[in-house]
């Protein structure tokens, strides 16, 4: 009788050591489990987050000189901007295109220098 009681004692320890060890991953899980959402959230909107970029609106010839006109600003997922994109249409009037800038391109740092 008192082996079976022991035995029943010992079950009853390893049951209650079980369930509180299921209960401890159980929930490390669920806190990794809501980490790694928090973390995908951050990036999904990082990746649809916007930017200003200057575009062409019409053709711009090659030694040109850039005036108001032909440029505008819009918004753009930053996961699509180059990485040399103009970000402020002034800082691109009065500067000649070093290259032809099609209507509709992002313009670039390397597409502009200074008037000479």
Known sequence: ??????????????????SSCTKMLT?????????FKAKQAELEEKMHAKSK???ATKDISKGAVIDTDSLEEREVEFRKI???AMTDS???VG??????????Q??????IGKEE
């Open 1 to 18: 009788m008192k082996n079976t009681f022991l035995h029943a004692t010992a079950c009853a320890l390893a049951i209650v050591s079980l």
């Open 27 to 35: 929930d490390r899980v669920s806190e990794q489990e809501k980490a």
């Open 53 to 55: 970029v200057v575009y």
């Open 82 to 84: 180059p990485n040399d």
């Open 90 to 92: 002034s800082e691109c």
């Open 95 to 104: 500067q000649k295109a070093k290259y032809t800038i099609s209507a509709g």
């Open 106 to 111: 992002i313009v670039g740092q390397a597409d």
